[in-house]
T-cell receptor, first 111, second 112 residues
Framework: QKEVEQNSGPLSVPEGAIASLNCTYS??????FFWYRQYSGKSPELIMS????GDKEDGRFTAQLNKASQYVSLLIRDSQPSDSATYLC???????????FGQGTTLQVKP | GAVVSQHPSWVICKSGTSVKIECRSL??????MFWYRQFPKQSLMLMAT?????????EQGVEKDKFLINHASLTLSTLTVTSAHPEDSSFYIC????????FGSGTRLTVV
């Protein structure tokens, strides 16, 4: 079992729709959870971090965390073509500080 | 904000040669640096963790004698790919742990 799992997609949504990205993780002691966006050939850029159960909103983005289910998600409202990218879920691994990434979900927002 | 400068951004080298990649934290001290490798259409795979002044810790399956990591100062960590081969061609990214994770811009290595 992979430590962090995502559906690789591609996930295709029309412009203006809500995109829902999901991630599960295996390490129950994980405390920090991150969503990154990565464009081809570029370094990942942080979109959201979340540390406690529930929802966290930042503009068009909402991260949701459920530690009991070991599940974290990212909602993108009013999706724009510029949101088309690979979205990486990352989990801090226990007390080591290591950041472990899922395989990423490719999002395509069609005009 | 925190910035990690990674150089070179791309490099082409001949098979059998060595390549050094540098990551510098410009406005903070990076006690811990993580090194990742990313193959096309795959995710970032953690290679090793380096802590200033001590030996790096390598992930399972990563050859420590091939991927030499030096973290001699709080602002500089280097990754040297020794005796590079075409299968080492990849995108290498560093990430410094400060109050969060600050990523370098990545190095595209092509071994011919």
């Amino acid at each position: 079992q992979k430590e962090v799992e995502q559906n690789s997609g591609p996930l295709s949504v029309p412009e203006g729709a809500i995109a829902s990205l999901n991630c599960t993780y295996s390490d129950r002691v994980s405390q920090s959870f991150f969503w990154y966006r990565q464009y081809s050939g570029k370094s990942p850029e942080l979109i959201m971090s979340i540390y406690s159960n529930g929802d966290k909103e930042d503009g068009r983005f909402t991260a949701q965390l459920n530690k009991a289910s070991q599940y974290v998600s990212l909602l993108i409202r009013d999706s724009q073509p510029s949101d088309s990218a690979t979205y990486l879920c990352a989990v801090n691994s226990g007390n080591t500080g290591k950041l472990i990434f899922g395989q990423g979900t490719t999002l395509q927002v069609k005009p | 904000g925190a910035v990690v400068s990674q150089h070179p951004s791309w490099v082409i080298c001949k098979s059998g040669t060595s390549v050094k990649i540098e990551c510098r934290s410009l406005d903070f001290q990076a006690t811990t640096m993580f090194w990742y490798r990313q193959f096309p259409k795959q995710s970032l795979m953690l290679m090793a963790t380096s802590n200033e002044g001590s030996k790096a810790t390598y992930e399972q399956g990563v050859e420590k004698d091939k991927f030499l990591i030096n973290h001699a100062s709080l602002t500089l960590s280097t990754l040297t790919v020794t005796s590079a081969h075409p299968e080492d061609s990849s995108f290498y990214i560093c990430s410094a742990l400060n109050y969060g994770y600050t990523f370098g811009s990545g190095t595209r290595l092509t071994v011919v």
